[in-house]
Structure formats: structure tokens, C-alpha cells
């Protein structure tokens, strides 16, 4: 049996963009090997109703775990829970989501079931025994070809690599218990306290507008936010010089301490593109970069430039995003 | 309270990087190493709970060649109390070969808290930390950017997508540090100079067989040569017309 298990991370009464990744990429190793694809669903009760949803994404088969004790995340629960179910089920890989939850779980997975794991993985394929992946290495200026040769191979997956695609399938519910019981984890989440209403995630969003020092002032902002507002799908993060400065929170940092993006579009205000930062948006498929400095090095990466005072330019630009999305 | 952090040697990133003749490997000619940040803040982290918790040690802890040496002295240099050197040839790409080689040494230890950073640039897999806490059977909270400790129970905050986790735990634990938890300090002259009297135990490390090959290294495809749309506000209209029309994202 050749199985393939997929972790679909969850927040609270949600599935995560990541999740239907997982799900997808676990569909198209799984349509390698001829065989089906498990997903496992875990959360407060009512999270059974997402069930369908992973059905159309490709899963054969739902494992379904409520629990009330799971509208925050339990490292412990999700850990037991996710091994049990990969041991019993004897699978050929396991696929995770590289995203905060999914970099604490995934490992401890794999070393539970004394597996070997490669996380921010851009690509997968089957070659004979192998699961080969592909994972950027030294801030993503080198890129490294791995085999895996352990069963089950266990993989996570960078955010935004795979589009998550339907391609519908039974989606079999099998309801399960927690792996042990919520009460008796050490670990407790207390609390999850979202940041912002709705507002989009920089590792999710298909646009993604970051500002720099050239802003001059953490109020400045305001123009970067409204040109996000704009696009409608658009993210908002930073540099680290900014986040340092305390204009915006760490976790806006993008760059090579901060958080990797690779978004459709990555608008760079006033940035002039330190290494650093180019480690967290270089994979972007379009980069925009304004800035005032000809010679700045985000110009080096950027497909598009305009040289010019973001305080002229982005403002004009918000106005033509504006008028452009209205005709849509 | 008995401290122990792990950290690791890694080049400086801001350099062109060169794919060594085996194909597997980066030529490590003319690169400058360092201590990791991550681990840095990591033992800044330790040398913080010691110095509030009277009767505390800070041993820091390095898997590698003799090389690694110079990354435990920086630690002593910074304040900590001593070092380990787990020593092998190289250190594996294979997260849970170097989390069973840590686990072997640091369960011996009867440490109440063992600090990873929660990654290293180098490799950017991010496991060895998680890997080692679930080897020992200890909880552990990863990426953590606050942290409290007192009565032997611990509360630390963890940055997700867009929120954040408040996190309470039981020592002994394990945790990794993210950026935002501190700044490290940087070495004294009188703290080097301390440091090279500071015990500096070498073991031999117990390396499993790795299931992970690298297969091989490469560069990744430069970026295709963009272009300077125009200058100042009076580009908009051009650059608008070419999201739309070329690269298709509005």
C-alpha cells in the first residue's frame, strides 16, 4: 500500500489556505502511485463540516477528530493523534504545511515515528524508491535535491507552491479519537489572538506590499496600507530595519530572520533591498520596486522599477490600482 | 537551574555562494563563520534566566569539527558557563540524525530547560529542536518571542500567520527562539579573556545513518533583468499597463 497521509492545518472553526495545499500536493504523489490520499481533520467540533471540502480538493478519506479542547492548537494532541494515524495506516509519505503550526508538528511527527523530514519543500517527484524534493538552502541562494529513502517520507510543503486544485474524490468521513487525551497534554495554548480582522496573511496573500526605511516614518505606513486596500488581496509587511525600529511588529518582518514570501505580486516600497530581505521575497513572481535611489539593489531583482519619491509615487499608483479593479 | 543550548556554527549569508566540485556541498573557501542568530538570541536567553535564578548554569552545546570550538567560545565569551563539543567529521544535512546525537548527550544532563534557536540559515529546515524535545519525551514550544519562567513553569508567546499563541508549560522543557525574544549581547574583552579558561568538554558524537541523501547543490536561476519603468509618478500609467498586460497580476 502506498498511501499518502495529509495534515490539514486548522485555526479555530477554519482550514487553512495551507491545508488544501497539503491536501493537493498530497493528491498528486498519491496519482504517482496509484493510490489514495488521507487526510486528517483536526479541531473543535463542527470542523467534520470542512469534510466535503477536502473531498474536492482530492481526499479519499477524512479522518475527522473534534474535540472541544481544540479550537487552539495542541502540539501534544495533534502530535499523538497525526503518529497513531501514520503508523497504523502504514503510508508511503506524510505531507505538512511549512507554516508556524506546521513547523513545530511536522518534526515532532517525523521523530516520533523515527522519520526523516525535510521541510520548505518546492517541489516533489517519485524516482523508483525515492521521494526526491527539492528545499532552498542558505537563505535560499542555493537549492539543494534530496532523497528521502525512509518510509513514510515525511514532507512539508512551502506555502504558495502548489495552487490548491480540485480534482474530487470520496472524501470518506471516518470519525477518530485525539491520540491522547486534550486534558493530559503539558503544553497548553492558552489563547490565539488574531492579529487584525481578516486581515490577509503575508505567506497566503497573492499580493504582497512591503514598505522600507524610505518611509521615513512608522505614520507613513498609511500609504502602504491603502495601496493594499486597493488591490483588495493584497498583505502588508516590512523590512527588519523597520520592524527593529518598532514601526511595525516583528511578525511583518520579511527576510532571512523573518518570514518567506512568494506571492504573485511583491510591491517593495522604499526599500532598497538589503541581502537580508531579498532571502524573504526573492521567489516572488513579479517584484515592483519604487524607490529614489537608481542604484538601489532591489532594482537588481525587481522586474518592474520606477525610480521616484514613494510620497508622488504610490499614491498615484493607489489611484490607478483603484480605477484598474473597478473595470474588472 | 541548569541550562543548555545548542547551537551551531553557520556561514555569513551575504555572499555569492559556490557549489563545491562534489556537487553537494558549498566550497567553503573565503566564507566567515559565525554563530547562528537564532542560537545566539538563544543563549542570550539562557544567560538572562541564570542570572535571575541564583545557583544556574548555562552549558552550551555544538555538534561539528574542531571548528565549532570557536562558536562555543563565542557563547563562554558571552557569559555562558561551559561547553560541550559533540564531535564529528561534518555536520549531517538530516535533522533527526543531529537531534539523536543531541538527545543522547543532553539526556544525561537533568537540564530544566534546553534552548535551540529555531533554525539555522544554512540548511533552513527548522526540525532539530522539535526532533530533540520528542526524542526526550520533554513538551516543547517552538519559534518563541516572549518568554517567562517562574515556580518551574514557563509562558511564552509564538508569532503564527497573522496571530499570536500564548503558551504555558511545565520544565523541564525544550524551546526554540525566534527573532523579537532579545537582543544578544555582544562578547566583552574581559568576557573573551574569561572564556578561555572556561571548561570546554570534546566527546565523540553518535551519528546515526541518515535517510536523507543530498542529491545535489545548485544555484538557483537568476531572476531574468528587470527594467526601470520610468521616473516618478508620471511611470504609473506605463507600469499599471504592464501588471496588467505582460505580467497579468491586475
Same mark, same amino acid.
Given at each position: 500500500?502506498?498511501?499518502?497521509?495529509?495534515?490539514?492545518?486548522?485555526?479555530?472553526?477554519?482550514?487553512?489556505?495551507?491545508?488544501?495545499?497539503?491536501?493537493?500536493?498530497?493528491?498528486?504523489?498519491a496519482d504517482?502511485?496509484?493510490?489514495?490520499?488521507?487526510?486528517?481533520?483536526?479541531?473543535?467540533?463542527?470542523?467534520?463540516?470542512k469534510?466535503?471540502?477536502?473531498?474536492?480538493?482530492?481526499?479519499?478519506v477524512?479522518?475527522?477528530?473534534? &474535540?472541544?479542547?481544540?479550537?487552539?492548537?495542541?502540539?501534544?494532541?495533534?502530535?499523538?493523534?497525526?503518529?497513531?494515524?501514520?503508523?497504523?495506516?502504514?503510508?508511503r509519505?506524510?505531507?505538512?504545511?511549512?507554516?508556524?503550526?506546521?513547523?513545530?508538528?511536522?518534526?515532532?511527527?517525523?521523530?516520533?515515528?523515527g522519520?526523516?523530514?525535510?521541510t520548505?519543500v518546492?517541489?516533489?517527484?517519485?524516482?523508483?524508491?525515492s521521494?526526491?524534493?527539492?528545499?532552498?538552502?542558505?537563505?535560499?541562494?542555493?537549492?539543494?535535491?534530496?532523497s528521502?529513502s525512509?518510509?513514510p517520507?515525511?514532507?512539508?510543503?512551502?506555502?504558495?507552491?502548489?495552487?490548491?486544485?480540485q480534482?474530487?474524490?470520496?472524501?470518506?468521513?471516518e470519525?477518530?479519537?485525539?491520540?491522547?487525551?486534550?486534558?493530559?497534554?503539558?503544553?497548553?495554548?492558552?489563547?490565539?489572538?488574531?492579529?487584525?480582522?481578516?486581515?490577509?496573511?503575508?505567506?497566503?496573500?497573492?499580493?504582497?506590499?512591503?514598505?522600507?526605511?524610505g518611509? /521615513?516614518?512608522?505614520?507613513?505606513?498609511?500609504?502602504?496600507?491603502?495601496?493594499?486596500?486597493?488591490?483588495?488581496?493584497?498583505?502588508?509587511?516590512?523590512?527588519?530595519?523597520?520592524?527593529?525600529?518598532?514601526?511595525?511588529?516583528?511578525?511583518?518582518?520579511?527576510?532571512?530572520?523573518?518570514?518567506?514570501?512568494s506571492?504573485?505580486?511583491?510591491?517593495?516600497?522604499?526599500?532598497?533591498?538589503?541581502?537580508? &530581505?531579498?532571502?524573504g521575497?526573492?521567489?516572488?513572481?513579479?517584484?515592483?520596486?519604487?524607490?529614489?535611489?537608481?542604484?538601489a539593489?532591489?532594482?537588481?531583482?525587481?522586474?518592474?522599477g520606477?525610480?521616484?519619491?514613494v510620497?508622488?509615487?504610490?499614491?498615484?499608483?493607489?489611484?490607478a490600482?483603484?480605477?484598474?479593479? /473597478?473595470h474588472? | 537551574?541548569?541550562?543548555?543550548?545548542?547551537?551551531?556554527?553557520?556561514?555569513?549569508?551575504?555572499?555569492?555562494?559556490?557549489i563545491?566540485?562534489?556537487?553537494?556541498?558549498?566550497?567553503?573557501?573565503?566564507l566567515?563563520?559565525?554563530?547562528?542568530?537564532?542560537d545566539?538570541?538563544?543563549?542570550?536567553?539562557?544567560?538572562?534566566?541564570?542570572?535571575?535564578?541564583?545557583?544556574?548554569e548555562?552549558?552550551?552545546?555544538?555538534?561539528?569539527?574542531?571548528?565549532?570550538?570557536e562558536?562555543?567560545?563565542?557563547?563562554?565569551?558571552?557569559?555562558?558557563?561551559?561547553?560541550?563539543?559533540?564531535?564529528?567529521?561534518?555536520?549531517?544535512?538530516d535533522?533527526?540524525?543531529?537531534?539523536?546525537?543531541?538527545?543522547?548527550?543532553?539526556?544525561?544532563?537533568?537540564?530544566?530547560?534546553?534552548?535551540?534557536?529555531?533554525?539555522?540559515?544554512?540548511?533552513?529546515?527548522?526540525?532539530?529542536?522539535?526532533?530533540t524535545?520528542?526524542?526526550?519525551?520533554?513538551?516543547?514550544?517552538?519559534?518563541?518571542?516572549?518568554?517567562?519562567?517562574?515556580?518551574?513553569?514557563?509562558?511564552?508567546?509564538?508569532?503564527?500567520?497573522?496571530?499570536?499563541?500564548?503558551?504555558?508549560?511545565?520544565?523541564?522543557?525544550?524551546?526554540?527562539?525566534?527573532?523579537?525574544?532579545?537582543?544578544?549581547?555582544?562578547?566583552?574583552?574581559?568576557?573573551?579573556?574569561?572564556?578561555?579558561?572556561?571548561?570546554?568538554?570534546?566527546?565523540?558524537?553518535?551519528?546515526?545513518?541518515?535517510?536523507?541523501?543530498?542529491?545535489?547543490?545548485?544555484?538557483?536561476?537568476?531572476?531574468?533583468?528587470g527594467?526601470?519603468?520610468?521616473?516618478?509618478?508620471?511611470?504609473?500609467?506605463?507600469?499599471?499597463?504592464?501588471?496588467?498586460?505582460?505580467?497579468?497580476?491586475?
Open positions: 500500500m502506498a498511501d499518502v497521509f495529509a495534515f490539514v492545518e486548522t485555526r479555530g472553526p477554519d482550514v487553512r489556505k495551507v491545508g488544501l495545499e497539503a491536501v493537493t500536493a498530497a493528491r498528486q504523489l504517482k502511485f496509484g493510490s489514495e490520499v488521507h487526510a486528517l481533520l483536526l479541531g473543535p467540533p463542527g470542523i467534520g463540516g469534510a466535503a471540502q477536502l473531498g474536492q480538493y482530492g481526499a479519499d477524512v479522518v475527522v477528530v473534534e &474535540h472541544a479542547a481544540l479550537a487552539n492548537y495542541s502540539p501534544e494532541v495533534a502530535t499523538a493523534t497525526a503518529a497513531d494515524r501514520i503508523k497504523s495506516g502504514g503510508y509519505a506524510a505531507v505538512f504545511s511549512t507554516s508556524a503550526q506546521g513547523r513545530d508538528l511536522a518534526p515532532r511527527v517525523a521523530a516520533r515515528l522519520a526523516s523530514i525535510v520548505d518546492l517541489s516533489v517527484e517519485v524516482e523508483g524508491d521521494i526526491v524534493v527539492r528545499h532552498p538552502m542558505n537563505i535560499g541562494k542555493v537549492i539543494a535535491t534530496i528521502i525512509g518510509t517520507a515525511v514532507i512539508a510543503m512551502r506555502p504558495n507552491v502548489i495552487a490548491p486544485a480534482n474530487a474524490k470520496a472524501g470518506r468521513v470519525n477518530a479519537q485525539p491520540g491522547i487525551e486534550p486534558a493530559a497534554a503539558k503544553v497548553k495554548v492558552i489563547e490565539t489572538k488574531q492579529g487584525g480582522g481578516g486581515k490577509l496573511d503575508l505567506a497566503e496573500a497573492p499580493v504582497v506590499i512591503a514598505g522600507g526605511r518611509l /521615513k516614518a512608522a505614520e507613513n505606513f498609511k500609504l502602504v496600507e491603502d495601496l493594499a486596500a486597493a488591490f483588495g488581496n493584497a498583505a502588508v509587511g516590512a523590512t527588519r530595519a523597520v520592524t527593529d525600529d518598532g514601526w511595525r511588529p516583528h511578525a511583518d518582518q520579511i527576510g532571512q530572520t523573518g518570514r518567506l514570501v506571492p504573485e505580486l511583491y510591491i517593495a516600497v522604499g526599500i532598497s533591498g538589503a541581502v537580508q &530581505h531579498l532571502a521575497m526573492r521567489t516572488s513572481k513579479t517584484i515592483v520596486a519604487v524607490n529614489k535611489d537608481k542604484d539593489p532591489i532594482f537588481k531583482v525587481a522586474d518592474y520606477i525610480v521616484g519619491d510620497f508622488e509615487v504610490i499614491p498615484a499608483l493607489t489611484e490600482v483603484r480605477e484598474a479593479k /473597478k474588472h | 537551574m541548569k541550562i543548555a543550548v545548542c547551537v551551531k556554527r553557520v556561514p555569513d549569508m551575504d555572499v555569492r555562494f559556490r563545491a566540485t562534489d556537487n553537494v556541498s558549498v566550497d567553503e573557501a573565503g566567515k563563520f559565525d554563530i547562528n542568530d537564532f545566539a538570541w538563544a543563549v542570550e536567553a539562557a544567560l538572562q534566566l541564570r542570572d535571575k535564578n541564583a545557583g544556574s548555562v552549558t552550551v552545546i555544538s555538534l561539528g569539527p574542531d571548528v565549532v570550538q562558536t562555543i567560545r563565542k557563547a563562554l565569551s558571552m557569559g555562558a558557563d561551559r561547553g560541550i563539543q559533540l564531535k564529528a567529521d561534518k555536520v549531517p544535512f535533522g533527526l540524525a543531529i537531534a539523536r546525537a543531541l538527545a543522547a548527550e543532553l539526556k544525561t544532563g537533568g537540564y530544566d530547560l534546553i534552548l535551540f534557536g529555531k533554525m539555522s540559515p544554512d540548511t533552513s529546515n527548522g526540525v532539530v529542536g522539535p526532533m524535545a520528542e526524542l526526550l519525551g520533554l513538551p516543547c514550544v517552538s519559534a518563541i518571542s516572549s518568554l517567562e519562567i517562574a515556580d518551574g513553569k514557563g509562558k511564552a508567546k509564538r508569532e503564527l500567520e497573522g496571530a499570536q499563541e500564548i503558551v504555558e508549560f511545565p520544565l523541564p522543557a525544550v524551546l526554540t527562539v525566534d527573532e523579537g525574544l532579545n537582543t544578544a549581547r555582544l562578547p566583552s574583552l574581559k568576557g573573551i579573556m574569561a572564556a578561555k579558561k572556561k571548561p570546554l568538554e570534546v566527546k565523540p558524537a553518535q551519528i546515526p545513518a541518515s535517510q536523507l541523501t543530498v542529491r545535489k547543490l545548485e544555484l538557483p536561476a537568476e531572476r531574468k533583468a527594467r526601470i519603468v520610468g521616473e516618478g509618478a508620471a511611470a504609473v500609467p506605463e507600469l499599471v499597463k504592464l501588471l496588467q498586460t505582460e505580467a497579468k497580476v491586475l
